[in-house]
């Protein structure tokens, strides 16, 4: 037998950054570094960026050429999005940094900035967010055990396949979020250009079989030409 090669995890890092020199200039220092990097220069770059996959850190620019990054990042936490966004902003005064903050920032980095500096931020951000890591995912009745791969729903045990396991991981991972099938694919399958589109739909309707037990009580939510929501 062939050994398997060993799988790095792939960090992602979206930057929503308006001015192009320095956009390019932290695209290309985070991708020296093996950081797989995406560049959008709007506000409605960045809700489409990020409604295709999640990222690990976000980095936000706060004057950008169709809203406030502010604005954008109320409206991220509101609709549950999750990911430790680093503002990186030339509104350097101390109220300015404190509202960052308030609104829902894990970091704040005034311009001009050190390099160094950014990038021991994001590293600084990737370590939170991987020890704050939960293993057990709760959510209606339903409860997985990350560690024990186990699943219950109510206290009943409920067997399931990896796959099965693996596809409702990423619901509990982001419950109420409207998950694209691109994103779910993404994490479920290693390559997910090659995966029949048909086949998430009978992964969703195999776990819709164990899940939905209760008539009238659906658990998730089909969005027409999108993808699936975990109510």
Same mark, same amino acid.
């Given at each position: 037998?062939?050994?398997?090669?060993?799988?790095?995890?792939? =960090?992602? /890092? *979206?930057?929503?950054?308006?001015?192009?020199?320095? @956009?390019?200039?932290l695209k290309r220092s985070l991708t020296e570094r093996a950081y797989t990097v995406t560049w959008v220069q709007t506000c409605a770059e960045a809700r489409?960026?990020?409604?295709?996959?999640?990222?690990? =850190?976000? /980095? *936000?620019?706060?004057?950008?050429?169709?809203?406030? @990054?502010?604005?954008l990042l109320k409206e991220w936490r509101k609709g549950g999005f999750q990911e430790p966004v680093l503002i990186l902003s030339a509104?350097?005064?101390?109220?300015?940094?404190i509202?960052?903050?308030? =609104?829902?920032?894990?970091?704040?980095?005034?311009?001009?900035?050190s390099l160094e500096e950014l990038l021991a931020r994001v590293r600084s951000l990737l370590r939170r967010q991987s020890s704050s890591k939960e293993t057990v995912l709760k959510h209606g009745g339903i409860r997985m055990d990350l560690l024990g791969r186990t699943v219950t729903q109510n206290?009943?045990?409920?067997?399931?396949?990896?796959r099965e396991f693996a596809l409702l991981e990423v619901f509990l991972q982001n419950p109420g979020r409207i998950l694209t099938r691109t994103l779910i694919s993404e994490k479920i399958w290693e390559s997910h250009y090659d995966v029949d589109t048909n086949l998430l739909d009978v992964y969703?309707?195999?776990?819709?079989?164990?899940?939905?037990?209760?008539?009238?009580k659906p658990v998730f939510k089909t969005i027409r030409g999108v993808g699936y929501q975990l109510l």
């Open positions: 037998m062939q050994p398997q090669p060993v799988a790095h995890p792939v =960090v992602k /890092i *979206l930057i929503v950054e308006d001015q192009r020199r320095l @956009g390019q200039f489409d960026a990020l409604c295709e996959t999640n990222y690990d =850190v976000i /980095i *936000l620019d706060l004057g950008l050429p169709d809203g406030d @990054g502010l604005d509104r350097d005064a101390v109220d300015d940094r509202k960052g903050l308030d =609104v829902g920032a894990d970091d704040y980095l005034a311009k001009p900035f206290g009943q045990p409920l067997e399931m396949t990896s969703m309707s195999k776990l819709r079989g164990k899940l939905e037990v209760e008539p009238g």
